[in-house]
């Protein structure tokens, strides 16, 4: 016969679900199971927080933004941010490239007025 929840318990495990069945079974003296139960019951994730496991990029959805580094001051993780970096690269040298061809073919168009 199960034992009942007191307040006390529920409230414990209404603060501490995100710090996983095994830690909250073990500081209430029931089993993991009966943990899981109760949280089910009360609509709770035993999963750990967000702020725990770090925020995820937005690009990846992979991996952690570490807001010490500049990518995650950019609201991206390394990986992401360093391939948007190399996307902008790319597309400032085609720029570069087009301008001169530009410059290139005015050039071009000029000495065909002069006749030459
Ligand atoms: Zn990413």
Redesign the pocket.
């Known amino acids: 016969m199960a034992r009942p929840w007191s307040r006390e318990e529920v409230a414990y495990l209404r603060d501490h679900a995100h710090d996983g069945s095994a830690a909250i079974a073990a500081k209430l003296g029931r089993s993991r199971q009966a943990v899981k139960n109760k949280a089910c019951e009360l609509g709770l994730s035993l999963l750990p927080a967000a702020h725990d496991r770090g925020e995820l990029?937005p690009?990846?959805a992979?991996?952690e933004v570490d807001r010490s580094t500049v990518a995650g001051r950019n609201g991206?993780?390394k990986?992401?941010y360093t391939y948007r970096q190399a996307d902008r690269a790319r597309q400032r040298a085609a720029e570069i490239r087009a301008q001169r061809e530009y410059d290139a073919a005015r050039q071009d168009l000029s000495r065909a007025r002069r006749g030459r």
Do not use: E, N, P, T
Request: hydrophobic share 45%; net charge positive.
């Open positions: 990029c690009a990846c992979m991996r991206l993780c990986v992401c």
